[in-house]
Every structure is written in structure tokens, then in C-alpha cells.
């Protein structure tokens, strides 16, 4: 059993990525970072950008030992965990792998330039980009080598899924 974690900044494609990874296995559960952190909170929801900034944080940290539990609760059912959330530094790395039981885990890294990520994002109900653009520089400063790596600047989503499946040796971070 794999788990999958799939990261890039807003607007890299992070969700239509590992929920059609996710549809490639005949038992999977996709966990989108938005949706448990948005959509579980029902009543005092920060987002990520606060403010109280130390609030958001907290929340953040929520979310994802949220992400691991039930992405080793789905795996302990034979189900091929698919994570999405952003990973722009090592400590957010480190807590997956200290959060996660189920493993290997194998981190994505989405990776298309700045250019067509604000031609996705403009394409978008909500617009994140001005907003989230800085976390580019952020994730190709702090998380080169770790996992694999794809420039999905002139990818489709199909294609994206088949380098995923086909490199899946490089994506390993923890057996």
C-alpha cells in the first residue's frame, strides 16, 4: 500500500491532480486539504493567512494531523490514501511524516511556472494568486530534493498521472 501526497502552490492543480490519481486505484479516498480544513470547520474558520495569524497556524496544524488520521484510517481499510496540500518547507514535510503511519509516503511536487499558474488561477472562481505567488519561490527554495519533481506547465492532467504512476521510485521520502 502506497499513501500519496501531493503538493504545489494555489493554483499548480494539486486537486484535480490526486483526485484523478486517486480514480486510477480500484479502492483510494482523495483528502483534500481545502476541503478539511474549509468545510469540516462549520464555525470559526481562520484562513490560512489569518488573521490571528497564530490562529491560522493552529489551524493549519489541525488540518493536517486531520489529513494523516484519516489517511492512515483509509489505508488500514485497503484504500490508497491521495493527499493534496501545499508543502513549501521542510517542518510541513516533517510533520506529515511524523503524523503518518501508512507508508511509503510519496510526495508530488507540482511545479509549473508562475506564468500558467496565474492563467489557471484567473480561470478560477476563487482567485488565489496575488495572494499565494510568494509560496513558488518558497517551495522551489526550501523543498528541492524532496520527491519528484514535475513541470506540469504543458501537462494534462492525464498526463500527469501517468509520470506520477510511472516515477512513483522517485516520489518515495519515507519507506
Keep these: 500500500m502506497r499513501t500519496f501526497l501531493v503538493s504545489g ?23 483534500a486539504g481545502d476541503l478539511v480544513g474549509e468545510q469540516f470547520i462549520a464555525s470559526g474558520f481562520i484562513p490560512p493567512q489569518g488573521p490571528p495569524e497564530d490562529e491560522a497556524r493552529a489551524q493549519l496544524e489541525l488540518r493536517r494531523r486531520n489529513m494523516c488520521a484519516l489517511a492512515d484510517s483509509f489505508a488500514e481499510a485497503g484504500f490508497v490514501p491521495v493527499l493534496d496540500d501545499v508543502v513549501v518547507s521542510e517542518p510541513v514535510l516533517e510533520g ?23 492563467m489557471r488561477d484567473g480561470a478560477r472562481e476563487k482567485k488565489v494568486f496575488e495572494m499565494w505567488s510568494h509560496l513558488d519561490a518558497e517551495l522551489r527554495r526550501g ?7 514535475l513541470d506540469t506547465s504543458t501537462m494534462t492532467v492525464t498526463e500527469t498521472v501517468r509520470e506520477i504512476l510511472a516515477r512513483c521510485d522517485e516520489a518515495v521520502v519515507a519507506e
Design 143 to 149: 523543498m528541492r530534493g524532496f520527491g519528484l519533481w
Design 96 to 118: 506529515y511524516l511524523a503524523g503518518l503511519r501508512s507508508r511509503p509516503l510519496l510526495l508530488v511536487q507540482l511545479a509549473p511556472g508562475l506564468d500558467v499558474i496565474r
Design 9 to 31: 502552490v494555489p493554483g499548480a492543480g494539486k486537486t484535480t491532480v490526486a483526485r484523478a490519481l486517486a480514480g486510477r486505484f480500484p479502492r483510494s479516498a482523495h483528502i
